[in-house]
């Protein structure tokens, strides 16, 4: 439909994990390496469509079949617990990196706040990289102009605006971040814990800015493990779990579904933790 700007069909994002043996040098040499690079080569040329495979190497999926679509103007809070898959998610829909599988489909731009740092260039004074943002964003200098002077009052930078940023602090950094990201008028704002990092003031600003950006008519997509501040600004929710969707839905069923399965894992963890228990397991009280 025209008013869907996501739409997120069978991703999968597969990474490759090292393992070291046991007794293994704690450095590889050079030798090692090229050793390696010649036995993978020679299997590829003897076996071109088997996939080369090493004992010391495994697959991991932090994502997989993962499919959903975003209307204009959602605000939707992405939930799950660390490793669940948010942030490889929100890489690739920020186009950070590929993915392996599946295919995204974005309309419009897409203004991204994922880690402390990201796309503002150290050496550069808080004043170049706000206009260096808006370049990447494919804002001209007059638009960026206009919404300067509203970024630098919401940053609350103003003192520091000609200092390099790699003399910021960390909430300083974040606060031009976010101010950046939200007021150069993306189609999509997509925002990870990020916010965590800025005192409660702050993050309550934030939340006001990303509700008045919903209201717009622009799309918001909000990773948090603050569970009242996704109540707060979001309408809609999806759960993920090992990389798939666990739940998707309202954001009360999508909150309820997550604390319920988080509850249900620290149960089953503190009693497998006890040492005085015993029996089979083959009846247990629920």
Not at 91 to 100: H, V
Not at 114 to 123: D, K, Q, R, S
Request: with cysteine.
């Amino acid at each position: 439909m025209s008013d869907t700007v996501i739409q997120v069909e069978n991703l999968g994002k597969k990474y490759i994990i090292g393992h070291r043996q046991v007794g293994a040098y704690q450095y590889r040499a050079l030798r090692d390496v090229i050793t390696d690079g010649v036995q993978s080569l020679g299997q590829k040329i003897r076996n071109p469509r088997k996939a080369i495979s090493s004992p010391n190497q495994e697959e991991f999926w932090a994502l997989k079949d993962v499919s959903f679509e975003v209307k204009r103007g959602e605000v939707i809070g992405i939930i799950g617990r660390n490793g669940a898959g948010k942030s490889t998610l929100l890489k690739i829909l920020s186009r950070i990196t590929e993915p392996t599988t599946g295919r995204i489909r974005l309309k419009g731009r897409v203004a991204s706040l994922l880690e402390v740092g990201t796309g503002f260039h150290p050496e550069l004074t808080g004043r170049e990289n706000i206009f260096l943002n808006g370049a990447i964003l494919g804002m001209s200098k007059v638009e960026i102009n206009r919404k300067f002077d509203e970024i630098v009052e919401f940053a609350e930078i103003s003192r520091f605006l000609d200092t390099p940023v790699k003399r910021y602090s960390s909430g300083m950094y974040v606060r031009l971040a976010f101010a950046v990201a939200a007021h150069l008028e993306p189609e999509i704002l997509v925002v990870d814990e990020i916010l965590a990092v800025g005192d409660v003031a702050f993050q309550k600003k934030c939340l006001g800015k990303m509700q008045s950006v919903g209201n717009e008519g622009r799309t918001v997509l909000f990773v948090s493990h603050n569970m009242s501040a996704i109540e707060f600004l979001c309408r809609q929710g999806i759960v993920l779990h090992l990389g798939k969707i666990a739940a998707k839905g309202s954001i009360e069923s999508s909150v309820n579904f997550y604390l319920d399965q988080a509850s249900k894992l620290a149960i089953t963890n503190m009693l497998s933790e006890r040492k005085d228990r015993k029996g089979s397991g083959k009846v247990r009280a629920i």
